[in-house]
């Protein structure tokens, strides 16, 4: 439940957010929670790493912890906007829920309307052409193996992130 740790980033109060993860063997693990984009842009870093997986797998993995990356950085500036309007916590919620799919999430960001997803890449390339390759091997991603320097993917999406969250 992402609530309270969402509240206490948006209010900018001042905390530490533990993580509680139980692992094979009944291991506990306590670590300090980042928040959801950089969550998943630090998972996306240790999948690139990895030795451990073919290749083929890391192609379809890192795109979509890349992606929920991106998704995180589109939430986040809903949330902040409509909470700041004075919007009610459950309509917030149920907007986002409605806007469902990468690209409506990302016109609702960058437009306030979930309904011009035509418009998104176009506007992501106004950052620069490759926000816009990057949004489309998140996109990708989740159905087919992607293309090219996974490092680069993960990069460009955490700049890309960046770029989203500095959205007002």
Do not use: Y
Not at 146 to 161: H, S, Y
């Amino acid at each position: 439940d992402e609530r309270l740790p969402e509240a206490v980033r948006r209010l900018a109060i001042k905390s530490t957010i533990l993580s509680i993860t139980r692992r094979p063997k009944s291991v506990v693990e306590v670590r300090t929670a980042l928040d959801p984009v950089q969550g998943h842009i630090e998972d996306a870093l240790a999948l690139v790493h990895t030795t451990e997986l073919p290749v083929a797998v890391l192609r379809r993995l890192v795109p979509g912890f890349c992606r929920s990356a991106l998704e995180a950085a589109f939430i986040t500036v809903v949330r902040r906007r409509r909470l700041a309007a004075g919007r009610l916590h459950g309509d917030v919620e149920e907007e986002l829920k409605g806007a469902g799919k990468l690209t409506p999430l990302a016109a609702l960001a960058l437009f306030d309307d979930r309904d011009r997803g035509s418009d998104v890449m176009t506007r992501l390339n106004r950052f620069g052409s490759w926000a816009g390759d990057v949004f489309r091997q998140c996109k990708d991603g989740a159905h087919e193996e992607v293309a090219g320097d996974l490092k680069l993917i993960v990069r460009d999406t955490e700049k890309l992130a960046g770029k989203i969250l500095e959205l007002t």
